[in-house]
């Protein structure tokens, strides 16, 4: 009955868990998952390369601040500690990209890549928004601006010559990396007074919440995001033999 019990951070113990198993399984099958802090109080962080490696994630991951530039990463340390001594908290924005990924996975209508991985990524606590590839930026580019032309790599292997499309088309993997960004809302909870009503009274009250909290949950969401992204591949790579 305490807090927000599973609509709280507890619910990320479990999905990290089966997350992790899947992310074992995929690398396997030579896929790999990675995510980093893109952005936090309007700090950002450098975005992933066209072409990320396993080794990029994993040296992101060893980190105890998931950022690949120091530098920001320090900033946005700073953002959060001024958030936290003001009694208030601050949102994030996640980045989390799949490469190995065969072409052809997915489906055009309701079961694409992206109505597949929104509907789990929209179930982990405090995700407000969700983007692919170029995202909400696609809409202020033109046709010929936003679409990836084709082309051959020194291998023979068809790939794109950008990804704004972050490797999804039609609902349906083509072969680059997969490419995601999540919004996550600053914790409600805060210290500071907040208006609210009495329920019983129906009248104005003053709602103060006592105890810890977070002054921010984005730097903690990188290893959620790709355990449930792990968990959705894993699903639709079984599906499909």
């Known amino acids: 009955m305490r807090g927000g019990g599973h609509f709280s951070g507890r619910l990320t113990a479990p999905l ?5 198993i899947a992310k074992q399984i995929l690398e396997r099958r030579g896929i790999y998952i990675g995510a980093h802090l893109a952005e936090v109080a309007g700090v950002k962080d450098d975005p992933f390369p066209m072409y990320p490696t396993k080794e990029l994630f994993e040296e992101v991951q060893s ?4 950022v690949m ?7 946005m340390k700073e953002a959060i500690a001024a958030a936290a001594a003001d009694a208030d908290s601050v949102g994030g924005i996640v980045e989390c990209a799949v490469i190995g990924l065969p072409a052809g996975l997915g489906d ?5 890549v992206e109505n597949r991985l929104a509907a789990a ?8 928004g969700l983007e692919f590839g170029a995202g909400f930026e696609a809409s202020r580019k033109r046709g010929s601006e936003n679409n ?3 082309g051959v790599d020194e291998e023979g292997n068809v790939v794109t010559l950008k990804n704004d499309n972050g490797g999804i088309q039609g609902g349906i993997t083509n072969g680059m ?8 809302k600053p914790t409600p909870s805060i210290g500071k007074p907040q208006q609210t009503i009495s329920l019983s009274r129906r009248e104005p009250e003053t709602l103060t919440i006592p105890g810890r909290h977070d002054p921010c949950v984005a730097h903690r969401a990188t290893p959620v995001l790709e355990a449930v992204t792990a968990l959705v591949i894993l699903d639709m790579l079984l599906e499909g033999k």
């Open 148 to 150: 990836d032309p084709f």
């Open 63 to 66: 980190k105890v601040f998931p």
């Open 16 to 20: 990290c868990i089966a997350g992790g």
């Open 121 to 128: 990524i929209f179930g982990i606590p405090a995700v407000k």
């Open 69 to 75: 530039n120091e530098a920001s990463g320090e900033k």
């Open 177 to 184: 990396p997969v490419v995601l960004r999540a919004a996550f």
């Open 108 to 112: 055009p209508m309701f079961d694409g």
